[in-house]
């Protein structure tokens, strides 16, 4: 390898942690060592000469607070990553009288025994490593090592970590991918083209490097990025620039005669449902309003679909996208910061958007 490459390869990689991420990583590995110790010293029973938490915990730690939508840092992986690797370094202690042996028996099967069971934690090879190595405290604790207090420390980190990361606007655990669906079934249209979950599944084992990453996630990614290629290729339009103004609407209070007229007259097919002060609240559609089963004076509130999704004055129109054609929207009232009626957005304005970023291209 050229020196030079190799000495760029010393440098930090390109990715950085934003003030807020930094700050629920300090705080919550804070939060969640000092509760494990404490829990773990709470437990009646323990035995005289073992620590009250583990140094591995502090691995642990990094991964749930630091890096908790890694496949690594999952509840599966850390609990039965730590709790078995533990198992196998105590079983290793008791048989292998040689100390450095023990050590590279225990690693060395703690990281295929993870692998087949697909609970691979860094940290639990550092929790069979201590089993294995450990004072003569660990020894005459035996098997219960892996319980007390790795397993309270654990399960304590992990119940931490889910508190913090969630309160803080990061969901943990990370959402694995959805399952596909069953055969007959067509996908939602904006799944139907572009790459597929199975295009990055079978890249990731063709390129044979075991990525510590899911499918679902690097999909998301692309597909992210490509939504904001579509709003620059769309000049970074917003809805506000799209959305018509003059909005004929409904009160909850009114009939569906009222309703009825109103489309009638001005050639509509939906009604914004906007209380007295302008608030969005529902929506009425033609198919709401001629249901033969429905009486002419029956109040709007009663047939309405609310709550009633709602786009932004400065919501990118590439958005729309999803929300029209994997939801199967036709109408979106758009709404100001307060939640007033701003005016409303069909798919016939967003076809027209496409067709001519499609025929400027």
Request: hydrophobic share 50%.
């Amino acid at each position: 390898m050229d020196r030079r490459v190799w000495i760029g390869a010393l440098r930090p990689g390109p990715v950085g942690y934003r003030r807020t991420e930094v700050l629920r990583g300090g705080l919550g590995a804070l939060l969640g060592i000092a509760l494990a110790g404490v829990s773990a010293h709470a437990v009646p029973g323990g035995p005289v000469g073992l620590p009250w938490i583990v140094a591995p915990m502090g691995a642990t730690a990094v991964l749930l607070f630091a890096a908790p939508a890694s496949p690594l840092a999952q509840p599966w992986p850390v609990l039965v990553g730590n709790t078995l690797s533990t198992l196998v370094g105590v079983a290793a202690g008791k048989l292998l009288d040689d100390v450095t042996l023990a050590a590279a028996v225990a690693v060395g099967v703690a990281i295929p025994v993870m692998m087949l069971l697909r609970c691979v934690h860094p940290p639990g090879g550092a929790c069979a490593l201590f089993a294995a190595v450990g004072t003569a405290a660990v020894a005459d604790h035996g098997w219960a090592f892996a319980l007390w207090p790795v397993g309270v420390d654990t399960v304590v980190l992990l119940a931490v970590a889910t508190l913090v990361n969630n309160l803080t606007g990061r969901p943990y655990p990370h959402v694995p991918d959805p399952p596909a669906p069953p055969p007959g079934t067509d996908p939602p249209p904006t799944s139907r083209v572009g790459l597929q979950p199975e295009d990055v599944r079978a890249a990731m084992e063709r390129l044979d490097r075991g990525l510590d990453v899911m499918p679902g996630d690097v999909l998301a990614l692309v597909r992210d990025a490509e939504a904001h290629a579509l709003d620059r290729r769309l000049g970074q339009l917003r809805v506000g620039a799209l959305m018509a103004r003059d909005v004929r609407t409904v009160q909850p209070q009114e009939t569906l005669y009222r309703a009825r007229m109103l489309m009638n007259q001005h050639a509509v097919k939906a009604l914004p449902v906007v209380t007295g002060d302008g608030h969005v609240v529902g929506i009425v559609t033609v198919h709401d309003l001629f249901n033969t089963d429905i009486v002419a004076f029956t109040p709007v509130a009663e047939v309405m679909t609310s709550p009633v999704s709602t786009v932004g004055v400065d919501t990118p129109v590439s958005e729309l996208v999803g929300l029209m054609a994997d939801r199967g929207l036709r109408h979106l009232p758009v709404v100001d910061d307060d939640g007033r009626l701003a005016g409303i957005v069909t798919r016939a304005e967003l076809v027209a958007v496409l067709h001519r970023a499609l025929v400027g291209s």
